[in-house]
């Protein structure tokens, strides 16, 4: 079996999306929302270096915990199943699991709580 080899990230420039805006706005708005979402995981994996300690497990758990009260509310869990490096692995469970919403949830609430725990750099479901 041979690997693939994914093809390094291509940031458009402002005069590029205001081209392609012109021709195709739904493309250039996805682009430039994808761009910016990359932009950010960029600057969290380059704001620590090899030397900076890595994430409090105490911490994180205490934000885990948070984002369960959070998503208790509306029947939904979360689980901390392990942190490997500077990467926080969760487990969406109760009505999160299966839901449509579950990856929003995931963005806007837990990598918000839980990525601005010092040190985590990624927030991951996993299954």
């Known amino acids: 079996m041979s ?7 291509r940031f458009y ?7 392609l805006e012109a021709e195709d706005p739904l493309a250039a708005a996805k682009i430039a929302h994808a761009q ?4 950010r995981g960029l600057d969290r994996q380059k ?3 090899p030397d900076d300690p890595l ?17 208790h509310r509306d029947g939904g869990d ?3 199943v392990e942190i ?17 919403n579950a990856v929003i949830d995931l963005k806007q609430v ?10 985590v750099v990624s927030v991951s479901n996993t299954f």
């Open 47 to 49: 704001r620590y270096g």
């Open 84 to 100: 490997i490096e500077r990467d926080v692995r969760v487990r969406m469970k109760g009505a999160c699991a299966g839901c449509p």
């Open 36 to 39: 910016a979402m990359a932009e």
């Open 110 to 119: 837990v990598e918000r709580i839980v990525g601005a725990v010092p040190g």
């Open 78 to 80: 979360i689980e901390l």
């Open 3 to 9: 690997s693939t080899v994914k093809s390094p990230i």
């Open 13 to 19: 420039s402002e005069d590029e999306l205001d081209a």
């Open 55 to 71: 994430p409090d497990p105490a911490a994180v758990a205490e934000a885990v915990q948070t984002v369960r009260h959070i998503l």
